[in-house]
Every structure is written in structure tokens, then in C-alpha cells.
């Protein structure tokens, strides 16, 4: 093999060893974000949890319709 197809060669892997590098950059990424997205409706649900089962006794008329129309 002459110089220059080693040299070819060697430039195609490396590139495509930062294409790979960026796929694998761009994977996780995507994962983190689908990570954020779980930890807002779980968070979401957890309030839905503390409103539904919200002790309505200590709380004025106001508060009351408020705590029902998160119910509905």
C-alpha cells in the first residue's frame, strides 16, 4: 500500500470515529432529556396525589371549590 492510501485510510477512520463519538454524544443527550421529562410528571403527579387526598375539613369555601375544580 503506498503512503497516501494509509494516510487516506487512516484519515476515513478517524473520521468516522468522530461521527460515531457525536451518534453516541447525541444518544445520550436525547436520554437525559427523556430522563427530565420523567422526573417533571413524576413530580407532577406527586401534587396531583397531595391534592386529591388534601384534608378539605381546615379549609374555607374558596379553598374548597379551588381543591374540587382540581379534582374534576
Known amino acids: 500500500m503506498t503512503t497516501e ?3 487516506k485510510k487512516q484519515e476515513d477512520k478517524a473520521r468516522w ?8 454524544r447525541k444518544v445520550i443527550e436525547e436520554r437525559k ?3 427530565e421529562e ?3 410528571v ?5 401534587l ?8 378539605t375539613s381546615c379549609l374555607d369555601d374558596e379553598q374548597k371549590a379551588f381543591g374540587s375544580a382540581m379534582h374534576a
Open 48 to 55: 396531583q396525589q397531595k391534592i386529591m387526598f388534601v384534608d
Open 17 to 24: 470515529m468522530e461521527v460515531k463519538a457525536m451518534e453516541e
Open 38 to 40: 420523567c422526573k417533571v
Open 33 to 35: 432529556v427523556v430522563v
Open 42 to 46: 413524576i413530580e407532577e403527579e406527586k
Open 5 to 7: 492510501r494509509k494516510e
